[in-house]
């Protein structure tokens, strides 16, 4: 079994910047992919960021080059969110791959003036 406990998130401006992490614990676990996904009321949980463990990165096209995923350790994965957009407020999710697929709790970010 896998824990993920997220930290990050909140208010920024447009233009602004957050980052968020996740880190994951448990007793004899390996990860393979770490990532984000974002979901808003009335929609699908969508792809922001994907990372795996050669460092291989998929990022969704509405992010590319505003925000960057991080595997920091073997068990955290970070998401700098650059640039921010009111399209991007949204709850994000992190993501986990350990012989079954794992999800955070999810942290809201809004992005408002």
């Known amino acids: 079994q896998v824990q993920l406990v997220e930290s990050g998130g909140g208010l920024a401006q447009p233009g602004g910047s957050l980052r968020l992490s996740c880190v994951a614990s448990?007793?004899?676990?390996?990860?393979?992919?770490m990532g984000w996904y974002r979901q808003t009321p009335g929609k699908l949980r969508e792809l922001v960021a994907r990372i795996t463990n050669t460092g291989s990165t998929n990022y969704a096209d509405a992010v590319k080059g505003r925000f960057t995923v991080s595997r920091d350790t073997e068990n955290k994965v970070s998401l700098q969110m650059t640039n921010l957009k009111s399209e991007d407020t949204a709850v994000y999710y992190c993501?986990?791959?350990?012989?079954?697929?794992?999800w955070g709790q999810g942290t809201q970010v809004t992005v408002s003036s």
């Open positions: 993501n986990v791959w350990s012989g079954r697929v794992y």
């Open positions: 448990g007793n004899r676990f390996v990860i393979s992919d």
